[in-house]
């Protein structure tokens, strides 16, 4: 990572949390930038003021000594001459100073050990060769050292040198940068703590807020009013209050709905319940009277009248059956078990020993491979998939042996199962129909049944809170897919499987 995303990484991580995080985090910086700056700025000015200074000293004491000097060189005094060098040792900020001549003898010197030798250094004999004119010798960090010649009639006969120490100079600049320190310090704390009240100002009426947003989760009412909260606080407290009464209300409307639908679904339970099972009792009466007008005067009555008797046996008989389907569709909810974790492959397998006799009249060959287990009815799950399975057997294509394939993945916190045949098929704009009550999509003679199986098996899948659809496939047959939910351990789902059906 380059030290750029490095940076961009570590400045989201900083200012990541919460709002008075990154207000104190955000004011401190900008502070601390600040009166970096600041102090930069001050320091370089005062170092080069400082370095000014020194320059300017060093080029004064030279001027005098060329000045001064002029007479005792041309007279070839040297102890006079050096005793104009010497008057300066009382310089405070003086580390040398010294007259050569044009050669590079050194004519006077604060240290008297050094008269009489040559300077032959490269910058001297630079200067020694250079025009006659005022040089910066050296200028570090340390001490600077400047020349000037000593003139005398448009001649150079000499050359003055003066070097002075710049320690004072750096102690200045060193307790400057001391006091900037302190002062970027003092201003990041400052800023901090005006930064932490204004944050906890500021986020004091968020956290109220969250705190009746909370309140507003849990069903309570009561929104305690902020005090003296900013105006955009202010602004969000209205829109926040103006939203809650929205909700209690809509909560209210919607609470009613559903009390009016609960009781609306109740009653319409109720009175299937008791439509199919008081039915049942005259139309028994009905089918049995009939029956013995069948046995006692067929063929005495004429060929229409034991026609006649057939439609009433055959029709009763029919609505019999659907009554009784009904009575099953409405007792779905109503005699549901409660839901704990089904192991699907017993479940199945009871399916399987319910569908047996058509099964093995019909030669049907279903491939069942290990199922997992789900959170669901048991006794509904089996009447799910008596259902499903029974359809493929009772729609096959004749002379065909029935092919069935039950697969299943994993879809979430759900399990969806996949049941393929290789029957006659379904419309696919039709698909949807088969699920509605008494929609048949075959007439009797064809094919026998209430017209109400696949209508209970919707209603099962969705009590269970999954769906259900019909998918025609392309090389011929049905695939009915559903979704149930998936076995639960400590709060969680979790698919694991049985071992195979026989």
């Keep these: 990572m380059s030290w750029w995303g490095l940076f961009r990484a570590k400045s989201r991580e900083l200012l990541a949390g919460s709002i008075r995080r990154r207000l104190v985090v955000s004011i401190a910086v900008v502070h601390a930038v600040l009166m970096t700056l600041f102090v930069a700025d001050l320091v370089h000015r005062q170092m080069v003021f400082l370095k000014g200074q020194s320059h300017t000293r060093a080029t004064g004491l030279a001027r005098v000594i060329a000045v001064n000097s002029v007479s005792w060189v041309l007279a070839d005094d040297v102890r006079g001459l050096s005793e104009v060098v010497r008057s300066l040792r009382s310089h405070p900020h003086l580390l040398y100073a010294m007259v050569v001549d044009p050669r590079g003898q050194v004519l006077a010197h604060t240290d008297r050990d050094r008269i009489g030798f040559y300077v032959s250094d490269p910058t001297s004999m630079d200067i020694l060769s250079g025009a006659p004119a005022l040089r910066t010798v050296v200028e570090t960090a340390r001490m600077v050292e400047v020349a000037m010649p000593v003139m005398a009639q448009d001649r150079v006969i000499g ?150 008797i057939d439609f009433i046996v055959e029709g009763g008989k029919r609505m019999s059956m659907q009554i009784q389907g009904l009575l099953d569709f409405s007792r779905i909810d109503a005699k549901g078990q409660a839901f704990r974790n089904v192991d699907m492959g017993p479940v199945v397998q009871a399916a399987l020993d319910n569908l047996g006799d058509a099964v093995r009249q019909s030669g049907a060959e279903i491939a069942i491979p290990p199922l997992p287990a789900v959170h669901g009815d048991q006794i509904q799950l089996m009447l799910l998939f008596q259902n499903i399975l029974g359809n493929a057997v009772k729609f096959r294509r004749p002379d065909v042996v029935p092919q069935i394939r039950l697969d299943w993945v994993p879809q979430g916190d759900m399990v969806e199962f996949r049941i393929s045949d290789n029957g006659i098929g379904i419309d696919p704009e039709r698909a949807d129909e088969i699920f509605m009550i008494f929609r048949r999509l075959h007439t009797g003679g064809q094919y026998s049944g209430r017209g109400i199986g696949l209508a209970i098996c919707r209603r099962i899948v969705e009590r269970h809170g999954g769906t259900i659809r019909a998918e025609p496939l392309a090389e011929g047959g049905t695939r009915f897919v559903c979704t149930l939910p998936a076995a639960v351990a400590d709060g969680k789902a979790e698919i694991r499987t049985q071992p195979q059906v026989a």
């Design 159 to 308: 050359w003055a040198r003066v070097a002075l120490d710049q320690q004072e100079e750096i102690a200045n600049i060193h307790s400057t940068l001391v006091e900037g320190i302190f002062y970027i310090l003092s201003a990041i704390v400052v800023g901090t703590v005006c930064a932490l009240w204004i944050s906890r100002r500021l986020t004091a009426d968020f956290l109220q807020l969250g705190e009746a947003v909370e309140q507003l989760r849990k069903g309570r009412r009561e929104i305690a009013p902020l005090d003296q909260p900013a105006r955009e606080i202010a602004r969000v407290e209205q829109a926040f209050v103006a939203m809650a009464e929205t909700i209690w209300r809509r909560e209210d409307e919607l609470r009613h709905t559903i009390n009016q639908l609960a009781a609306s679904n109740t009653d319409l339970e109720r009175f299937a319940y008791i439509a199919s099972h008081d039915l049942q009792e005259p139309l028994r009466t009905v089918v049995g009277f009939a029956q013995l007008l069948e046995k006692r005067y067929k063929g005495k009555l004429g060929e229409d009248a034991d026609q006649f």
